[in-house]
């Protein structure tokens, strides 16, 4: 069912602490088979806020977006808090772009990814852990499956047909959308 009160134009923005509540609804509506305990959202919005936000619209948050660097190729597990980002991390990891099912369709995922990969700079790859069969979405935006490159343990936790995705950054193509032109080498 469609909810009436989502009809207006939706914007992308910084998460704040007060948003924590209306994104952990939406992970835990998003996400039921892949739940993530609440420290695991503070965590990332305290070591990276600039790459955590929110979709606002005129009825509250409709989704949220997380991302981080990390070194490559070793994303953290699912519902793992992070003491510290790497020193010497060298990709950008997607953490997650959930969005409530009425607001999709409208390439509010494609902003999201643009805006969290703007905070990616001087990293030259960024990589995900597709879940649910969305592989095929995100080679929409040049991720492409790398599951050689990364111990099938570390997916261990992120379910059944969990693939490992990596694009390689250029900065200087970009796409319509606005997400950076990606591809491996």
């Known amino acids: ?6 009809t207006g134009s939706a914007e992308w923005r910084l998460m704040r602490r007060g948003d924590l509540d209306a994104v952990l609804r939406i992970a835990d509506l998003v996400h039921p088979a892949l739940p993530e305990p609440p420290e695991v959202f503070a965590n990332r919005l305290a070591l990276w806020p600039a790459g955590t ?4 619209d005129g009825a509250g948050i409709a989704g949220y977006a997380i ?10 597990a699912l519902g793992a808090v992070m003491d510290r980002l ?10 997650d772009v ?12 494609g902003a ?24 095929a979405f995100w080679s929409r935006f040049g991720f492409e499956d790398a599951g050689h490159l990364v111990r099938p343990e570390k997916l261990h936790s992120f379910g059944e047909g969990a693939r490992f995705m990596v694009s390689q950054l250029t900065p200087h193509e970009a796409l319509s959308d606005g997400v950076s032109a990606v591809k491996l080498p």
């Open 1 to 6: 069912m469609t909810d009436p009160t989502r």
């Open 53 to 56: 936000l929110v979709l606002e």
């Open 67 to 76: 991302g981080h660097p990390i070194r490559f190729p070793e994303p953290p």
């Open 86 to 95: 790497a020193p010497d991390a060298d990709a950008f990891y997607v953490h």
């Open 98 to 109: 959930a969005i409530v099912p009425e607001m999709r369709g409208r390439s509010l995922a």
């Open 112 to 135: 999201a990814l643009g805006q969290l990969l703007a905070s990616a700079s001087g990293l030259r790859r960024a990589c995900l852990v597709s879940v649910y069969g969305t592989a």
